[in-house]
Protein backbone atom coordinates (compact mmCIF):
# COMPACT_ATOMS: atom_id res chain seq x y z
CA UNK A 1 0.00 0.00 0.00
CA UNK A 2 1.38 3.61 -0.69
CA UNK A 3 0.84 6.48 1.92
CA UNK A 4 0.40 10.24 0.97
CA UNK A 5 2.20 10.94 4.28
CA UNK A 6 5.56 8.71 5.15
CA UNK A 7 4.58 6.65 8.19
CA UNK A 8 8.50 7.28 9.68
CA UNK A 9 8.20 11.33 9.87
CA UNK A 10 4.89 11.84 8.19
CA UNK A 11 6.90 14.09 5.30
CA UNK A 12 4.24 14.45 1.83
CA UNK A 13 5.18 11.57 -0.26
CA UNK A 14 4.47 11.17 -4.24
CA UNK A 15 6.97 8.77 -4.98
CA UNK A 16 8.32 5.03 -3.62
CA UNK A 17 10.78 6.37 -1.21
CA UNK A 18 10.19 9.38 1.35
CA UNK A 19 12.82 12.68 0.51
CA UNK A 20 13.23 13.70 3.71
CA UNK A 21 13.96 10.16 5.30
CA UNK A 22 14.34 7.70 2.40
CA UNK A 23 11.79 5.06 4.09
CA UNK A 24 10.18 3.16 1.40
CA UNK A 25 6.12 4.44 0.66
CA UNK A 26 5.43 0.60 -0.06
CA UNK A 27 5.00 -1.22 3.62
CA UNK A 28 3.79 -4.51 4.23
CA UNK A 29 2.29 -6.55 7.74
CA UNK A 30 5.54 -8.52 8.95
CA UNK A 31 5.10 -12.28 8.18
CA UNK A 32 7.77 -15.27 9.07
CA UNK A 33 8.36 -15.93 5.02
CA UNK A 34 8.74 -12.42 4.09
CA UNK A 35 11.10 -11.64 7.17
CA UNK A 36 13.46 -14.65 6.62
CA UNK A 37 13.33 -14.57 2.39
CA UNK A 38 13.09 -10.50 2.17
CA UNK A 39 13.99 -8.47 4.87
CA UNK A 40 16.43 -10.79 6.75
CA UNK A 41 18.62 -12.25 3.46
CA UNK A 42 18.07 -9.30 1.32
CA UNK A 43 19.83 -6.72 4.38
CA UNK A 44 22.77 -9.27 4.53
CA UNK A 45 23.03 -9.60 1.21
CA UNK A 46 22.68 -5.57 1.00
CA UNK A 47 25.31 -5.52 3.72
CA UNK A 48 27.78 -7.93 2.56
CA UNK A 49 27.94 -5.97 -0.91
CA UNK A 50 28.74 -2.43 0.57
CA UNK A 51 31.62 -4.29 2.38
CA UNK A 52 32.92 -6.48 -0.69
CA UNK A 53 32.94 -3.24 -2.92
CA UNK A 54 34.82 -1.64 -0.46
CA UNK A 55 37.45 -4.10 0.22
CA UNK A 56 37.82 -4.63 -3.59
CA UNK A 57 37.79 -0.78 -4.07
CA UNK A 58 40.41 -0.74 -1.48
CA UNK A 59 43.03 -2.44 -3.30
CA UNK A 60 42.12 -2.33 -6.73
CA UNK A 61 42.02 1.61 -7.29
CA UNK A 62 42.41 3.29 -3.38
CA UNK A 63 43.27 6.44 -4.40
CA UNK A 64 40.13 6.65 -6.76
CA UNK A 65 37.87 5.50 -4.08
CA UNK A 66 38.81 7.85 -1.62
CA UNK A 67 38.34 10.78 -4.62
CA UNK A 68 34.99 9.56 -5.03
CA UNK A 69 33.88 9.17 -1.56
CA UNK A 70 34.91 12.48 -1.09
CA UNK A 71 33.38 13.88 -3.94
CA UNK A 72 30.11 12.80 -2.97
CA UNK A 73 29.56 8.83 -4.91
CA UNK A 74 28.77 7.24 -1.12
CA UNK A 75 26.31 5.00 -1.47
CA UNK A 76 27.99 1.72 -2.72
CA UNK A 77 30.99 2.46 0.35
CA UNK A 78 30.52 0.93 3.57
CA UNK A 79 32.06 3.33 6.18
CA UNK A 80 35.86 2.41 6.22
CA UNK A 81 36.01 2.99 10.04
CA UNK A 82 33.61 0.43 10.79
CA UNK A 83 35.07 -1.97 8.52
CA UNK A 84 38.46 -1.01 9.80
CA UNK A 85 37.18 -1.51 13.17
CA UNK A 86 35.81 -5.16 12.37
CA UNK A 87 39.86 -5.71 10.71
CA UNK A 88 41.12 -4.62 13.85
CA UNK A 89 39.20 -6.94 15.87
CA UNK A 90 40.60 -9.61 13.50
CA UNK A 91 43.63 -8.98 13.86
CA UNK A 92 43.50 -9.18 17.43
CA UNK A 93 41.80 -12.54 17.63
CA UNK A 94 43.95 -14.18 15.16
CA UNK A 95 47.24 -12.54 17.20
CA UNK A 96 46.32 -14.04 20.20
CA UNK A 97 45.32 -17.61 18.57
CA UNK A 98 48.78 -17.43 17.08
CA UNK A 99 50.72 -16.30 20.16
CA UNK A 100 49.09 -19.92 21.45
CA UNK A 101 51.41 -21.62 19.06
CA UNK A 102 54.44 -19.40 19.17
CA UNK A 103 56.66 -21.13 21.35
CA UNK A 104 59.62 -18.33 20.56
CA UNK A 105 57.35 -15.84 23.15
CA UNK A 106 59.10 -15.80 26.60
CA UNK A 107 57.48 -15.32 29.61
CA UNK A 108 57.18 -11.41 30.91
CA UNK A 109 56.71 -9.24 33.97
CA UNK A 110 56.43 -5.69 35.16
CA UNK A 111 56.75 -3.01 33.19
CA UNK A 112 56.94 -5.41 29.92
CA UNK A 113 53.81 -7.26 30.78
CA UNK A 114 52.30 -3.59 32.04
CA UNK A 115 53.12 -2.18 28.17
CA UNK A 116 51.77 -5.29 26.69
CA UNK A 117 48.40 -5.60 28.47
CA UNK A 118 47.83 -1.74 27.60
CA UNK A 119 48.07 -2.22 23.84
CA UNK A 120 46.08 -5.19 23.90
CA UNK A 121 43.14 -3.04 26.25
CA UNK A 122 43.80 -0.34 23.73
CA UNK A 123 44.77 -1.77 20.42
CA UNK A 124 41.42 0.04 18.71
CA UNK A 125 42.26 3.33 19.73
CA UNK A 126 45.71 3.26 19.29
CA UNK A 127 45.35 2.26 16.20
CA UNK A 128 42.99 4.09 15.22
CA UNK A 129 45.22 7.29 16.61
CA UNK A 130 47.25 6.57 13.24
CA UNK A 131 44.33 8.43 11.01
CA UNK A 132 44.86 11.79 12.71
CA UNK A 133 48.46 11.57 12.42
CA UNK A 134 48.17 10.10 8.46
CA UNK A 135 45.44 13.14 7.78
CA UNK A 136 47.20 15.86 9.60
CA UNK A 137 50.54 15.11 7.68
CA UNK A 138 48.73 14.72 4.88
CA UNK A 139 47.20 17.54 4.96
CA UNK A 140 50.89 19.42 5.72
CA UNK A 141 52.73 18.16 2.42
CA UNK A 142 50.11 17.63 0.06
CA UNK A 143 48.14 21.06 -0.05
CA UNK A 144 47.54 21.15 -4.04
CA UNK A 145 44.42 18.77 -3.05
CA UNK A 146 43.03 21.26 -1.67
CA UNK A 147 41.02 18.70 0.87
CA UNK A 148 40.12 20.07 4.37
CA UNK A 149 41.05 17.70 7.23
CA UNK A 150 38.20 15.77 7.14
CA UNK A 151 38.64 14.62 3.60
CA UNK A 152 42.04 13.69 4.48
CA UNK A 153 40.64 11.29 7.49
CA UNK A 154 39.01 9.95 4.63
CA UNK A 155 42.02 8.99 2.69
CA UNK A 156 44.00 7.82 5.92
CA UNK A 157 40.78 5.47 6.97
CA UNK A 158 41.68 3.69 3.75
CA UNK A 159 45.09 3.78 3.84
CA UNK A 160 44.62 2.29 7.88
CA UNK A 161 42.21 0.14 6.50
CA UNK A 162 44.24 -1.37 3.88
CA UNK A 163 47.23 -2.27 6.21
CA UNK A 164 45.10 -3.57 8.23
CA UNK A 165 43.66 -5.97 5.72
CA UNK A 166 47.27 -6.40 4.52
CA UNK A 167 48.18 -7.89 7.93
CA UNK A 168 45.63 -10.34 8.41
CA UNK A 169 47.14 -11.86 5.76
CA UNK A 170 50.75 -11.65 7.34
CA UNK A 171 49.10 -13.54 10.39
CA UNK A 172 47.49 -16.02 8.44
CA UNK A 173 50.89 -16.67 6.90
CA UNK A 174 52.61 -16.43 10.00
CA UNK A 175 50.38 -18.82 12.49
CA UNK A 176 50.60 -21.41 9.19
CA UNK A 177 54.44 -20.98 9.39
CA UNK A 178 54.17 -21.91 13.74
CA UNK A 179 51.83 -24.87 12.75
CA UNK A 180 53.80 -26.13 9.50
CA UNK A 181 57.22 -24.39 9.06
CA UNK A 182 58.04 -23.68 5.54
CA UNK A 183 60.20 -21.15 4.13
CA UNK A 184 57.68 -20.41 1.48
CA UNK A 185 55.31 -18.61 4.53
CA UNK A 186 58.43 -16.65 5.57
CA UNK A 187 59.04 -15.52 2.32
CA UNK A 188 55.41 -14.74 1.92
CA UNK A 189 55.30 -13.19 5.56
CA UNK A 190 57.95 -10.72 4.14
CA UNK A 191 56.12 -9.47 1.48
CA UNK A 192 53.09 -8.87 3.42
CA UNK A 193 54.77 -6.65 5.28
CA UNK A 194 56.65 -4.84 2.68
CA UNK A 195 53.19 -4.44 1.10
CA UNK A 196 52.33 -3.19 4.15
CA UNK A 197 54.30 -0.28 4.44
CA UNK A 198 53.76 0.43 0.94
CA UNK A 199 49.98 0.87 0.98
CA UNK A 200 49.84 4.31 1.86
CA UNK A 201 52.24 5.52 -1.14
CA UNK A 202 49.72 3.12 -2.84
CA UNK A 203 47.07 5.08 -2.01
CA UNK A 204 48.24 8.66 -2.24
CA UNK A 205 50.32 7.59 -5.75
CA UNK A 206 46.37 7.08 -7.17
CA UNK A 207 45.15 10.68 -5.42
CA UNK A 208 47.63 12.88 -6.82
CA UNK A 209 48.89 11.45 -9.76
CA UNK A 210 47.03 14.17 -11.67
CA UNK A 211 48.16 16.78 -9.29
CA UNK A 212 51.71 16.10 -8.89
CA UNK A 213 54.75 15.04 -11.16
CA UNK A 214 56.20 11.94 -10.20
CA UNK A 215 59.39 13.27 -8.34
CA UNK A 216 57.02 15.94 -7.09
CA UNK A 217 54.94 13.30 -5.64
CA UNK A 218 58.01 11.55 -4.94
CA UNK A 219 59.91 13.45 -2.15
CA UNK A 220 56.71 14.19 -0.34
CA UNK A 221 56.05 10.80 0.27
CA UNK A 222 59.68 10.17 1.91
CA UNK A 223 59.63 12.74 4.27
CA UNK A 224 55.65 12.28 4.89
CA UNK A 225 56.23 8.40 5.47
CA UNK A 226 59.64 9.86 7.88
CA UNK A 227 57.61 12.56 9.66
CA UNK A 228 54.81 9.54 10.19
CA UNK A 229 57.28 7.38 11.26
CA UNK A 230 58.63 9.67 13.50
CA UNK A 231 55.55 10.81 15.53
CA UNK A 232 54.09 7.14 15.98
CA UNK A 233 57.33 6.70 17.81
CA UNK A 234 56.98 9.63 19.60
CA UNK A 235 53.76 8.82 20.79
CA UNK A 236 54.45 5.58 21.90
CA UNK A 237 57.60 6.45 23.80
CA UNK A 238 55.90 8.81 25.57
CA UNK A 239 53.26 6.13 26.31
CA UNK A 240 56.37 3.30 27.47
CA UNK A 241 57.48 6.41 29.61
CA UNK A 242 53.90 7.18 31.64
CA UNK A 243 53.42 3.68 31.59
CA UNK A 244 56.85 2.95 33.33
CA UNK A 245 56.52 6.10 35.52
CA UNK A 246 59.81 7.69 34.17
CA UNK A 247 58.06 10.46 32.48
CA UNK A 248 59.74 13.31 32.12
CA UNK A 249 60.44 16.27 30.03
CA UNK A 250 64.20 15.62 29.46
CA UNK A 251 63.25 11.50 29.10
CA UNK A 252 61.36 12.59 25.85
CA UNK A 253 64.41 14.02 23.65
Not at 65 to 93: C, T
Not at 232 to 240: D, E, P
Amino acid sequence: MKYQTCLNCSETVSKNFCPECGQKTHTHRLEMKHFILHDLVHGVWHFDKGIWFTLKETFVRPGQAAVDYINGKRIRYYNVFYLSLLAIGLNILLSNYADKFDTSVDVVGGNEEKIINFMDTYAKILLLGIVPIIALNAKLFFKRLHYNLAEHFIIAGICLLGALIINLLYLVFFLVDLIHPNALYVYLEGISLVLLFAFPSYVFFGITRTTYRFFGYFWRMIVFNIFVILQLLFVLRLIVLVLTGKFTFYGLI
